[in-house]
T-cell receptor, first 115, second 112 residues
């Protein structure tokens, strides 16, 4: 079974600075999807960014970008120009490309943004 | 658009009581999911459905039942609530298995 590991339970960053959240995963598959979700205090789960394993180019969404290292099974999230609204729990998730397999989530990293 | 709506948002139960959580989506999504979120555990999949009339077990299905009689609704039932089922429950849906999931706002359930 696939597993997702987020080794940083908590992180903090100064406003306007850059922070990187780590995620590693374990799989024997070659085709899959990776996601970062944000959960602010409102409890909503918001998709931040998505990466397809067969694409070598790292996904970017405005201030959010990933460093996808397929061989190392690493999928880190970089947040540039951090804003107070970025404070939230961040979850890394994995999904196989084949079949009806659902998402597997990591345990999350709580990000604090310091003004 | 309402998206994914969960009912109720909060509930307190006594051990042994039963209840049903309702998830409704108005996006015509095929796939629907029920997760529970506990401190330090992330989200864990309870049950999911790949279409109307279908259900499948997830990672932590024990003590729960589900039904998907209508495409837009996915019901999560607790037949005999236990304190270990105190959690925040999230429903999600997506159009296709490769599409991002849309989440509801969660239901906080406390069992005394």
């Amino acid at each position: 079974a696939q597993t997702v590991t987020q080794s940083q339970p908590e992180m903090s960053v100064q406003e306007a600075e850059t922070v990187t959240l780590s995620c590693t995963y374990d799989t024997s598959e070659s085709d899959y999807y990776l996601f970062w979700y944000k959960q602010p205090p409102s409890r909503q789960m918001i998709l931040v960014i998505r990466q397809e394993a067969y694409k070598q180019q790292n996904a970017t969404e405005n201030r959010f970008s990933v460093n996808f290292q397929k061989a190392a099974k690493s999928f880190s999230l970089k947040i540039s120009d951090s804003q107070l609204g970025d404070a939230a729990m961040y979850f890394c998730a994995y999904r196989s490309a084949g079949g009806n397999t659902p998402l597997v989530f990591g345990k999350g990293t709580r990000l604090s943004v310091i003004a | 658009n309402a998206g994914v709506t969960q009912t109720p948002k909060f509930r307190v139960l006594k051990t042994g009581q039963s209840m049903t959580l309702l998830c409704a989506q108005d996006m015509n999504h095929e796939y629907m999911y029920w997760y529970r979120q506990d401190p330090g555990m992330g989200l864990r999949l309870i049950h999911y459905s790949v279409g109307e009339g279908t259900t499948a077990k997830g990672e932590v299905p024990d003590g729960y039942n589900v039904s998907r009689l209508k495409k837009q609704n996915f019901l999560l039932g607790l037949e005999s609530a236990a304190p270990s089922q105190t959690s925040v429950y999230f429903c999600a849906s997506n159009r296709g298995i490769n599409q991002p999931q849309h989440f509801g706002d969660g239901t906080r359930l406390s069992i005394l």
